[in-house]
């Protein structure tokens, strides 16, 4: 019952989970995009309008970077309605897509954490 807490990294607890190192899901990245990169980087960009999921009728939770598949997936799934099963490269490229689109957030979340940690362990380092 009580091993669980025995299983989070010992050195590191502080480090995963103190204030001003770990970002909020709802602030914006506090360093430049391209820092570490060689060239620029390509920025991520909605397919589908905002005129296109509200006349789709999209709920708010549905309107992210996949939308565009989402809306391919719903119209195979209107035209071939009781045999939506002809709809399963559809469904399988819209899970694909949000599957894509969680690697690239926990990826960025993971690097501003990381730069966030080295910019207070290079901090720590000058006032010493």
Sequence with gaps: MGN??????????????????TPSPYEEPTFDPNLGFAGKRKPRVMVATE???RSAKLALEDRDYCAHVLLKFRKCRRD?????????????????????????RAKEYERERRLRVRAVAEQKAQEV
């Design 4 to 21: 669980a807490v025995g299983t989070y990294p010992v050195n590191g607890f502080k480090l995963y989970f103190h204030p001003e190192v």
């Design 51 to 53: 005129e296109e999921m």
């Design 80 to 104: 071939n309605f009781p045999f939506v099963v002809k709809c399963e490269h559809e469904k399988h490229a819209y899970l694909n897509c949000q599957n894509d689109d969680f690697l690239l």
